[in-house]
């Protein structure tokens, strides 16, 4: 059966500090590996990974995808409190047909 | 930048009523998708719609649940006789589908329902 698993569950760190967030899936016909911000209400995009390897970037947050060990990280470096959000690694299969999302990861960010 | 739409932002029904919520995704987009989130749980799966059909759904997805896209913009999710458990947030989201990053979810900013 296919799933993504999501960890740590929750993490509680001080701003300044840089954060890893993990992900691995098992996965028939894998495609994309998605990473998305939920913080009140709706997921919003941040990272879509196909290819192994390659680095996407956005300001502080990057992500990197490494198919052989099916898992992908999510970084977070010099935290502010605004990054405080549950954030949702997902699959998509070649059949495009859905988007699998995993637990999350709830991280909270203090001053 | 374009924005799926989601209406209303809150619904409030009797158990047993028919509810339908309605999204209008972003205008470009072949692919809608359905999800729901309990409160406090995950973003769960229910439907998928591509080319005036239903791709796939998830064991959520029962006789009581229904979709359409009957006007070519709006997509509707339509619960036929809701349960107290049906409370939920209930997203859309659509994609442009392949290639060129279009695979990613664009979410809209959901439907709080609340069954009494």
């Known amino acids: 059966e296919d799933k993504v698993v999501q960890s740590p569950l929750s993490l509680v760190v001080h701003e300044g500090d840089t954060v890893t967030l993990n992900c691995s899936y098992e996965?028939?016909?894998?495609?994309?590996l998605l990473w998305y911000k939920q913080e009140k209400k709706a997921p919003t995009f941040l990272f879509m990974l196909t290819s192994s390897g390659i680095e996407k970037k956005s300001g502080r947050l990057s992500s990197i995808l490494d198919k052989k060990e099916l898992s992908s990280i999510l970084n977070i470096t010099a935290t502010q409190t605004g990054d405080s959000a549950i954030y949702l690694c997902?699959?998509?299969?070649?059949?495009?047909?859905?988007?699998?999302f995993g637990p999350g990861t709830s991280l909270s960010v203090i001053p | 930048e374009p924005e799926v739409t989601q209406t209303p932002s809150h619904q409030v029904t009797q158990m047993g009523q028919e509810v339908i919520l309605r999204c209008v995704p972003i205008?470009?987009?072949?692919?809608f998708y359905w999800y729901r989130q309990i409160l406090g749980q995950k973003v769960e799966f229910l439907v998928s719609?591509?080319?005036?059909?239903?791709?796939?759904k998830s064991e959520i997805f029962d006789d009581q649940f229904s979709v359409e896209r009957p006007d070519g913009s709006n997509f509707t999710l339509k619960i036929r006789s809701t349960k107290l458990e049906d409370s939920a947030m209930y997203f859309c989201?659509?994609?442009?589908?392949?290639?060129?990053?279009?695979?990613?979810?664009?979410f809209g900013s959901g439907t709080q329902l609340s069954v009494l």
């Open positions: 205008s470009n987009h072949l692919y």
């Open positions: 997902a699959y998509l299969k070649t059949s495009y047909d859905k988007v699998i």
């Open positions: 719609f591509y080319n005036n059909e239903i791709s796939e």
């Open positions: 989201a659509s994609s442009e589908g392949v290639g060129q990053g279009g695979e990613k979810l664009l």
């Open positions: 996965v028939t016909n894998f495609r994309s």
